[in-house]
């Protein structure tokens, strides 16, 4: 089977949305956070956490799997759901962003991209039938079609160019894909400009895919063009399809984007800054590294229910932190994912019993910090 996406509940204003995308692993709940596992694995969290704080569908990294261990290796062990243990949904990027982002290490042509390896320099080709022809091995869900992503800023005539070389990878992709148990979704681009995401999107809209993601934002740009350029992808996207935006992960951007009429969410952030000793609160983040913490018995969030802040105070984690004990890491990873997924289940609790207004108010604001590095 291939996915399925159905709509069952809407905001009484705005394009927020309740939904349901059905896979071969399970039906995921929209709007829907999904832990980013680059490698086959949740930084510090293994499948079973990831399933006991809720976790419905994860994503992996085409890229990194291609240099490490190697397609084949995942391909035979049964592919990345037997490979990883975890038998719920998984997303694969396409890498289009991984070897964009290697600058002096690759050259785009409309072929492909020649890149050397960030690991040991060897030289590489991947163009659209062999990103696809990965994510078949690889096995996943939901494969992402190979793109371009443009960092900020570009101009206008730079960006045009890579969103329409992504177009007509989009249409390869397409055309290359054979997989009947795995969805292949478009990715729109544009950069920051009005015109040019709704020329991207418009043409995927017309290509008929499953589902599709809006990338290349929040990669530098200001929130008010991130949601500017996200407005004028959605506007032109089929509305009995997901809609993915790739690579963002705050509670504030998730409660705006799905007011936008977006479906998906992924990001690094959970574990990335829970490594810098950063944690989500109802109150915004603290940095529980902070001397400020020494002697603070309470949780790392108070309002939170989640295993690590029921057992361990902010002390006892600050110590572990200070320490270099890796248990730390694990602790504030293991909230900080989980906070994410509790909001995302707030969010569409108040999107199908409407009041999903009043959830919006709620979660503006939880993006400030306290305490000091």
Request: charged letters at 25%.
């Amino acid at each position: 089977m291939t996915i399925a996406f159905r709509v069952t509940g809407r905001a009484p204003s705005g394009m927020a949305r309740a939904g349901e995308l059905i896979t071969p692993h399970g039906v995921i709940e929209t709007p829907v956070f999904m832990p980013v596992g680059t490698q086959g694995s949740v930084k510090g969290i293994s499948p079973e956490e990831l399933l006991e704080m809720g976790a419905q569908m994860v994503l992996a990294n085409t890229y990194h799997l291609y240099l490490r261990p190697g397609t084949d290796v995942v391909r035979d062990a049964g592919g990345l759901h037997a490979f990883m243990d975890w038998h719920r949904g998984i997303l694969t990027d396409s890498g289009g962003f991984q070897v964009a982002s290697l600058a002096d290490l690759r050259d785009i042509t409309d072929d492909g991209v020649r890149f050397r390896s960030h690991i040991d320099g060897s030289a590489h080709f991947l163009s659209p039938e062999t990103a696809v022809g990965i994510q078949e091995d690889l096995g996943a869900d939901i494969a992402m079609a190979f793109d371009e992503c443009v960092r900020y800023p570009a101009d206008h005539e730079y960006v045009r160019d890579a969103m329409r070389r992504t177009t007509e990878w989009a249409r390869r992709c397409k055309a290359a894909h054979r997989r009947q148990d795995q969805a292949l979704f478009g990715i729109v681009q544009g950069g920051v400009f009005p015109d040019l995401r709704e020329e991207s999107a418009k043409a995927l809209a017309d290509m008929d895919f499953p589902g599709y993601g809006i990338g290349g934002l929040s990669v530098g740009e200001s929130k008010d063009l991130m949601f500017e350029a996200l407005e004028h992808a959605v506007g032109h996207l089929p509305e009995s399809r997901p809609r993915y935006l790739m690579g963002v992960g705050t509670p504030e951007d998730f409660v705006e984007s799905v007011t936008r009429g977006i479906d998906m969410f992924d990001c690094v952030l959970p574990t990335r800054i829970a490594r810098h000793g950063t944690a989500f609160t109802g109150a915004g983040r603290i940095i529980v590294r902070d001397a400020t913490y020494a002697r603070d018995w309470s949780p790392l969030d108070p309002e939170c229910d989640c295993r690590v802040c029921r057992r361990y105070s902010r002390a006892y984690i600050r110590h572990l932190l200070k320490a270099g004990e890796m248990l730390g890491l694990r602790l504030v990873s293991y909230h900080n994912l989980y906070f994410l997924i509790r909001v995302m289940r707030r969010i569409r609790a108040s999107i199908i019993d409407g009041t999903f207004e009043g959830a919006r108010q709620e979660f503006r604001g939880l993006c400030g910090t306290r305490g000091k590095d």
